[in-house]
T-cell receptor, first 113, second 112 residues
């Protein structure tokens, strides 16, 4: 299956700052990537669908101006958490769909202090 | 967002025992997937199911796609300590580039 590289693995930032998370497809050209958020002891909840060369599609309740998604190439999608607050602290995971199914990145643990 | 009904939420079993967990949905799915997630990591695919009635094995793991297309189960035989983790079912309604819907997970603990 495809290999997905997600960086950083963890990040601590101050409240009010912005954080960028990268999701790279190392061996597959992904026109679509998905971003999920997972709170402790909970399931993965879809935040948005990232489309290469066009605007992302956000799930209901997800603020598009707060969670900026850019999918400028077939191998890179980025999620920027703008003006982060403690309630944005979570585990963020990207995913792509390829022939064998869905592959996930290793996740980014964001802690906002 | 929507979620699948996954049970049980957690299980404590003795090493060597068999484990069974299942997922149900009110909607028909055309794909069922089972993932395992270790702490601080992304989910890793265990088994993918694409046809109603399909029964697929991966080592000690066996999963089935329900005939009604609204349910799936995962069995783990002869559990070992490294089976510890959270198991998620996931489904997809449509074909094409559509996201997965996840169950709430089953937290498995294996007592040696």
């Amino acid at each position: 299956g495809a290999v997905v590289s997600q960086h950083p693995s963890w990040v601590i930032c101050k409240s009010g700052t912005s954080v960028k998370i990268e999701c790279r497809s190392l061996d597959f050209q992904a026109t679509t990537m998905f971003w999920y958020r997972q709170f402790p002891k909970q399931s993965l909840m879809l935040m948005a669908t990232s489309n290469e060369g066009s605007k992302a599609t956000y799930e209901q309740g997800v603020e598009k101006d707060k969670f900026l998604i850019n999918h400028a190439s077939l191998t890179l999608s980025t999620l920027t958490v703008t003006s982060a607050h403690p309630e944005d602290s979570s585990f963020y995971i990207c995913s792509l769909q390829e022939f064998y199914g869905y592959t996930f990145g290793s996740g980014t643990r964001l802690t906002v202090v | 967002g929507q979620q699948l009904n996954q049970s049980p939420q957690s299980m404590f079993i003795q090493e060597g025992e068999d484990v069974s967990m299942n997922c149900t949905s009110s909607s028909i799915f055309n794909t069922w997937l089972w993932y395992k997630q270790d702490p601080g990591e992304g989910p890793v695919l265990l088994i993918a199911l694409y046809k109603a009635g399909e029964l697929t094995s991966n080592g000690r793991l066996t999963a089935q796609f329900g005939i009604t297309r609204k349910d799936s189960f995962l069995n783990i035989s002869a559990s070992i300590p490294s089976d510890v983790g959270i198991y998620f079912c996931a489904g997809r309604y449509n074909s094409g580039n559509t996201p997965l819907v996840f169950g709430k997970g089953t937290r498995l603990s294996v007592i040696a």
